[in-house]
C-alpha cells in the first residue's frame, strides 16, 4: 500500500472556503422542485415525484458546481476561478456591514475582479500589485473576513 506523498510547505492550505448558498436558496430549490409535481401530477403522481426529485438532484450539483472556493496557499490565493502568486497580493482589508454595502457598490472599482455572493455579507478587498495585471483588486465575499486576512497577511 502506498502512502500519500507529504504536500510542500508551498502547497500547504492555510485558509480554505466554500462559499455555500444561504438556507434561503436550498429553500427555492425545495421549492422549485416541488412545482414539478404539480406540473406532472394530472399525468401521474409518480411521474410528478420522480421528475421533482430528478429536478432537485440536478439544480443541487449545479448549484455545488458553481460554488466558488477561496484558498490561500503559501504561494498562491485562488478566489473562484482566478489565482495569482501571493508575491502579487499586496494590501489586504476586510469590510462588514455599511462598509461592506459600500465597497461592493459606490466605491467598486469598475476593472476589480468580483467574486460576490449577495447571501454573504462581509468582503475582503486584496489589492493586486502585478505591473502586467491591469486589476486594481480582488473583492470577495467571505463568511470569515478576519480570518482571510489573517492568512493573507501571514
Not at 3 to 17: C, D, H, N
Not at 80 to 108: C, H, K, N, Y
Not at 121 to 145: C, F, K, Q
Request: with cysteine.
Amino acid at each position: 500500500m502506498s502512502t500519500p506523498a507529504a504536500q510542500s510547505p508551498s502547497q500547504t492550505v492555510l485558509y480554505s472556503e466554500r462559499l455555500l448558498p444561504a438556507l434561503w436558496i436550498w429553500l427555492v430549490i425545495a421549492g422549485l422542485s416541488g412545482t414539478f409535481i404539480l406540473a406532472f401530477i394530472p399525468i401521474s403522481p409518480t411521474v410528478g415525484y420522480v421528475v421533482a426529485v430528478v429536478a432537485a438532484i440536478l439544480l443541487t450539483v449545479l448549484l455545488l458546481m458553481s460554488t466558488p472556493v477561496i484558498r490561500v496557499t503559501a504561494d498562491t490565493v485562488q478566489v473562484g476561478r482566478a489565482q495569482i502568486e501571493r508575491r502579487w497580493v499586496g494590501e489586504v482589508e476586510a469590510f462588514r456591514g455599511e462598509d461592506a454595502t459600500q465597497q461592493r457598490g459606490p466605491a467598486l472599482n469598475a476593472t476589480a475582479f468580483l467574486c460576490i455572493r449577495g447571501w454573504i455579507s462581509p468582503v475582503v478587498r486584496i489589492e493586486i500589485t502585478d505591473p502586467a495585471d491591469r486589476t486594481p483588486y480582488w473583492l470577495t465575499s467571505t463568511r470569515h473576513p478576519e480570518k482571510l486576512v489573517e492568512a493573507l497577511r501571514s
